[in-house]
């Protein structure tokens, strides 16, 4: 198991499966928050499903719609999780906000590099800290 420390943007504690990306997510036309699904054609995570998994990417991009169709997956009820994170911006700290699910970032390392899709996570954003338990092959 590793232990990442970091800093909470939101607070709270979340247990699930990780989908990392290191492309940024975009709001409008990047994703279809009825379904919680990336849909912007040439995202690396495009077709898949973020409801229900802790999102492990390097930020957002584009409008400020980005908090606005996070917060229409939360009410789908097809939100991640939680949020992990590399650059802190409005759109990234309002989108952590209104899902309502624990947000971390200033990992002291970088999660894109040492989580993979699929390992299981626990993130405790309160005590700042997440665990990360790989995957088995």
């Known amino acids: 198991m590793l232990i990442l420390r970091g800093r909470k943007v939101t607070p709270g504690r979340a247990e699930g499966e990780a989908l990392v990306t290191r492309d940024t997510i975009s709001g409008w036309g990047g994703m279809d928050p009825r379904e919680g699904r990336i849909i912007e054609r040439r995202h690396e995570l ?12 390097p930020g957002a991009k584009g409008s400020s719609a980005w908090s606005h169709y996070f917060h229409l997956a939360r009410l789908a009820g097809k939100a991640p999780r939680a949020l992990l994170f590399n650059r802190m ?3 990234v700290a309002l ?3 209104v899902l309502r699910v ?3 970032t200033e990992l002291d390392q970088d999660p894109l590099s040492v989580i993979e899709t699929g390992d299981h996570l626990v993130v405790d954003a309160d005590a700042g800290l997440v665990e990360v338990t790989k995957r088995r092959v």
């Open 95 to 97: 989108g952590a906000v």
């Open 46 to 57: 495009a077709g898949q499903s973020f409801a229900g998994k802790i999102l492990v990417f």
């Open 89 to 91: 911006t409005t759109k």
């Open 102 to 104: 624990p947000a971390m």
